[in-house]
């Protein structure tokens, strides 16, 4: 099991920055996988940014040069920054853990409890 909760979300002016954080209950260094995803009204949960415990990350284009996934393996937090933020990034955005069990093998996904992000213009 990994309880997972995200911080810092808000409202913020188009141009501005936020960073949100995502704790998680357990070493990161036991999670094979995380992940931001976002929920606009209307639209389907879509991902912004994942990370493996390799350090690999994947981008979504639209974020691309815009947003930083980090993390602190000290804090069992990963963190996402958020610049140059637009009203088009207004959303919920959720955190994602993945763990691999090899025997027998699944994957299991925990999610936080999402935190709103506003952007107005």
């Known amino acids: 099991q990994v309880q997972l909760v995200e911080s810092g979300g808000g409202l913020v002016q188009a141009g501005g920055s936020l960073r949100l954080s995502c704790a998680a209950s357990?070493?990161?260094?036991?999670?094979?996988?995380m992940g931001w995803y976002r929920q606009a009204p209307g639209k389907q949960r879509e991902l912004v940014v994942g990370?493996?415990?390799?350090?690999?990350?994947r981008y979504a284009d639209s974020v691309k040069g815009r947003f930083t996934i980090s993390s602190d393996t000290a804090k069992n937090t990963v963190y996402l920054q958020m610049n140059s933020l637009t009203p088009e990034d207004t959303a919920v955005y959720y955190c994602?853990?993945?763990?691999?069990?090899?025997?027998?093998?699944?994957?299991?996904?925990?999610w936080g409890q999402g935190t709103q992000v506003t952007v107005s213009s």
């Open positions: 990370i493996t415990g390799g350090g690999s990350t």
């Open positions: 994602k853990a993945t763990v691999v069990i090899s025997t027998p093998p699944y994957e299991y996904d925990y």
């Open positions: 357990r070493s990161l260094f036991s999670i094979n996988a």
